[in-house]
């Protein structure tokens, strides 16, 4: 609603204003019993799947470039491909709009995506890729023994060997934040 980077037709104020009206409607709906009516509407197959498609949808965000570690960037022939190179090599993707194009390519704005288009070898290079993809590692194998703590410990891990300064990670993270 509020659009990229604010720049949509709704302001800030009055997005936030109907994030709070849909609340008081949810609380409404939920204290009278129909939140409990229109549930029970909904097919069993979309109950199963809507989880496991948002759950999808996040993973995709934590992955891609412009909040995650960069291992899914932005394709202009696929929409998305490999990444993990670092901020040398990419290329950023703008949105092409008339006063960018009329103006020579000042007017444009960029939103965070990338290509890694500039050099072949240095895909998969980036740092903060890599300890991202331990994190996962991490958590993945905690959670194969079932232990409650997977994500503490893989978050914690990676918090510990990102605080070091002066090092190729903490140099990467500290850019990408």
């Not at 009278?32 to 949808?57: C, D, H, N, Q, S």
């Not at 992955?63 to 960037?73: K, S």
């Not at 194009?101 to 939103?111: P, R, T, V």
């Amino acid at each position: 609603m509020v659009g990229f980077y604010g720049f949509g037709k709704v302001g800030f104020k009055a997005a936030t204003t109907a994030v709070l009206i849909e609340g008081f409607i949810f609380l409404v709906l939920a204290l009278t019993g129909v939140r409990f009516v229109v549930a029970k509407l909904i097919p069993e197959p979309v109950k199963l799947a809507t989880p496991a498609a948002i759950g999808a949808f996040l993973a995709h965000l934590g992955l891609q470039t412009a909040e995650g570690i960069g291992l899914v960037v932005g394709d202009t022939a696929t929409a998305v491909t490999l990444g993990g190179c670092p901020s040398e090599d990419r290329t950023e993707l703008v949105a092409l709009t008339d006063a960018c194009f009329d103006n020579g390519g000042f007017d444009c704005i960029g939103g965070g995506i990338y290509t890694c288009d500039n050099t072949a070898n240095s895909i998969m290079t980036d740092p903060k890729t890599w300890v991202g993809i331990l994190g996962m590692i991490i958590i993945a194998v905690l959670l194969a023994y079932k232990k409650n703590y997977a994500f503490v410990v893989g978050i914690g891990f990676i918090s510990i060997i990102s605080w070091f300064r002066n090092t190729d990670v903490s140099k990467s993270v500290c850019t990408f934040l």
